[in-house]
């Protein structure tokens, strides 16, 4: 068996039988079920059109459910540091590279489970519409890539952190500075706007969902947005091949 | 000598072509006809011919939304960017401007694009153009099913919170 695999399955243990897991999905519920009653049922929050509420939902649901992603594995290196359970992990004959496989993994079955969570939400708000399908594979296929690439970065960041609460709030705050502009109006209709739509990894990724679901685009129409979280994805990936040795370690890793 | 000067000033100014309001271009519209549902948003495509001999001058081309059932239309709510610049046309030529609005109200509409003359040498001049109107009808917003909603809000955050229930007291157990 793969040593990742093995590291991948006693995260996976620790995450979903240790309790985080549950919980932080249960709150994501709690929220996707606020929004979908309001979505459903509230003529005072807006006229939303039913593919407006589905695409609402959509990005609330990728936002939270990387939000959750990325505290875990903001969690992941650091927390293991201050723990002191990191010792033993290193101590293991598992490569360092394996180490970080297997811990991002673990963390996006908690991404995956979000998404799990979301389909009865998006099928209440979208069933009698075409868009339903539509919104499946979005989720599926944009806020995973979107996922991947967010949570390598907080683990980039738990391995860089003097500690556990460093690193929580320098991840909490990256993702806060990569969601601010999707709340921007019309941020695409200026080069300057648009430009910093296409660097952003969340913004951009919320862009085309909007682009496909609202404004009825073909799936090619605004491919290139998803430039910016696929570089996300092989950048952290590159980082972690080239320099886990060095970025997992008992004490911080310093460049 | 003058009288010479003069001529040829003349025939310069003959031969360079003046820019022209815009009462010579035509304007039209991708579609006749559409149904929306309220909160829908709405494509058109513009194009702006000019079939003239002489270039255009620059124009303004504006959206417009009238209601044919006497409701309050605040343009501001259909688009925030109702006025584009279409720069000037050589003469034969044609220019393409797209736009995007949302229909907010529900009812009969008519959207329609104006051009009026936008450049130093033409503002204020001219008729203006106006293309044929689109029939926009805007139906209710299709209520979303409160009834159906209500019991995937309430079990999906029970069955989540039953497994966390069940993991806290696993732990307890093995603690």
Same mark, same amino acid.
């Given at each position: 068996?793969?040593?990742?695999?093995?590291?991948?399955?006693?995260?996976?243990?620790?995450?979903?039988?240790?309790?985080?897991?549950?919980?932080?999905?249960?709150? /994501?519920?709690?929220? %996707?079920?606020?929004?979908?009653?309001?979505?459903? !049922?509230?003529?005072?929050?807006?006229?939303?059109?039913?593919?407006?509420?589905?695409?609402?939902?959509?990005?609330?649901?990728?936002?939270?459910?990387?939000?959750?992603?990325?505290?875990?594995?903001?969690?992941?290196?650091?927390?293991?540091?201050?723990?002191?359970?990191?010792?033993?992990?290193?101590?293991? @004959?598992?490569?360092?590279?394996?180490?970080?496989?297997?811990?991002?993994?673990?963390?996006?079955?908690?991404?995956?489970?979000?998404?799990?969570?979301?389909?009865?939400?998006?099928?209440?708000?979208?069933?009698?519409?075409?868009?339903?399908?539509?919104?499946?594979?979005?989720?599926?296929?944009?806020?995973?890539?979107?996922?991947?690439?967010?949570?390598?970065?907080?683990?980039?960041?738990?391995?860089?952190?003097?500690?556990?609460?460093?690193?929580?709030?320098?991840?909490?705050?990256?993702?806060?500075?990569? /969601?601010?502009?999707?709340?921007?109006?019309?941020?695409?209709?200026?080069?300057?706007?648009?430009?910093?739509?296409?660097?952003?990894?969340?913004?951009?990724?919320?862009?085309?969902?909007?682009?496909?679901?609202?404004?009825?685009?073909?799936?090619?129409?605004?491919?290139?947005?998803?430039?910016?979280?696929?570089? !996300?994805?092989? %950048?952290?990936?590159?980082?972690?091949?080239?320099?886990?040795?060095? *970025?997992?370690? *008992?004490?911080?890793?310093?460049? | 000598?003058?009288?010479?000067?003069?001529?040829?000033?003349?025939?310069?100014?003959?031969?360079?072509?003046?820019?022209? @309001?815009?009462?010579?271009?035509?304007?039209?519209?991708?579609?006749?006809?559409?149904?929306?549902?309220?909160?829908?948003?709405?494509?058109?495509? !513009?194009?702006?011919?000019? #079939?003239?001999?002489?270039?255009?001058?620059?124009?303004?081309?504006?959206?417009?939304?009238?209601?044919? =059932?006497?409701?309050?239309?605040?343009?501001? =709510?259909?688009?925030?960017?109702?006025?584009?610049?279409?720069?000037?046309? @050589?003469?034969?030529?044609?220019?393409?401007?797209?736009?995007?609005?949302?229909?907010?109200?529900?009812?009969?509409? =008519?959207?329609?694009?104006?051009?009026?003359?936008?450049?130093?040498?033409?503002?204020?001049?001219?008729?203006?153009?106006?293309?044929? #109107?689109?029939?926009?009808?805007?139906? @209710?917003?299709?209520?979303?099913?409160?009834?159906?909603?209500?019991?995937?809000?309430?079990?999906?955050?029970?069955?989540?919170? *039953?497994?966390?229930?069940? !993991?806290?007291?696993?732990?307890?157990?093995?603690?």
């Amino acid at each position: 068996m793969n040593r990742w695999v093995v590291v991948a399955r006693q995260e996976i243990r620790d995450l979903w039988l240790g309790g985080r897991g549950p919980t932080l999905v249960f709150a /994501f519920s709690v929220l %996707l079920s606020a929004m979908t009653y309001l979505s459903a !049922t509230n003529r005072g929050l807006n006229f939303l059109e039913q593919r407006e509420a589905v695409n609402l939902t959509l990005q609330v649901a990728i936002a939270v459910g990387v939000l959750a992603t990325m505290v875990v594995a903001a969690d992941a290196i650091s927390g293991e540091r201050e723990r002191h359970t990191l010792e033993a992990l290193l101590l293991t @004959p598992v490569p360092r590279r394996d180490i970080a496989l297997g811990k991002l993994v673990s963390t996006l079955t908690l991404w995956a489970a979000c998404v799990v969570v979301s389909m009865p939400y998006l099928w209440v708000l979208g069933r009698s519409t075409a868009v339903l399908g539509q919104a499946v594979v979005l989720i599926a296929l944009v806020g995973t890539l979107v996922a991947v690439g967010l949570t390598g970065v907080a683990l980039l960041v738990s391995a860089l952190s003097d500690s556990n609460k460093t690193s929580l709030a320098v991840s909490l705050f990256v993702l806060l500075a990569l /969601f601010a502009p999707t709340q921007l109006p019309g941020m695409p209709k200026s080069w300057v706007g648009d430009l910093l739509v296409r660097v952003n990894p969340l913004a951009s990724g919320m862009h085309y969902l909007s682009a496909l679901m609202l404004n009825r685009h073909t799936w090619r129409q605004d491919l290139s947005y998803l430039l910016s979280p696929a570089l !996300t994805v092989l %950048l952290t990936t590159t980082v972690f091949v080239i320099a886990a040795p060095r *970025l997992i370690r *008992l004490t911080r890793a310093t460049s | 000598m003058i009288r010479l000067l003069a001529t040829l000033g003349a025939l310069l100014a003959a031969s360079t072509p003046t820019p022209q @309001p815009p009462g010579g271009v035509q304007v039209s519209l991708d579609q006749e006809r559409i149904s929306a549902s309220i909160g829908q948003v709405l494509t058109l495509d !513009t194009t702006v011919t000019n #079939p003239g001999s002489a270039p255009t001058d620059r124009l303004i081309a504006h959206l417009n939304v009238a209601s044919l =059932d006497g409701v309050y239309v605040d343009l501001e =709510d259909w688009s925030g960017d109702v006025t584009r610049v279409v720069e000037p046309i @050589p003469a034969g030529g044609d220019a393409s401007v797209e736009w995007e609005f949302q229909a907010v109200n529900t009812g009969n509409f =008519d959207v329609y694009v104006v051009l009026l003359p936008g450049g130093s040498a033409t503002a204020g001049r001219g008729p203006l153009v106006a293309s044929p #109107p689109v029939h926009v009808t805007v139906a @209710p917003r299709q209520e979303l099913n409160s009834g159906g909603a209500l019991p995937v809000t309430i079990a999906v955050p029970v069955l989540l919170g *039953l497994g966390v229930l069940a !993991t806290t007291r696993r732990r307890r157990r093995t603690a």
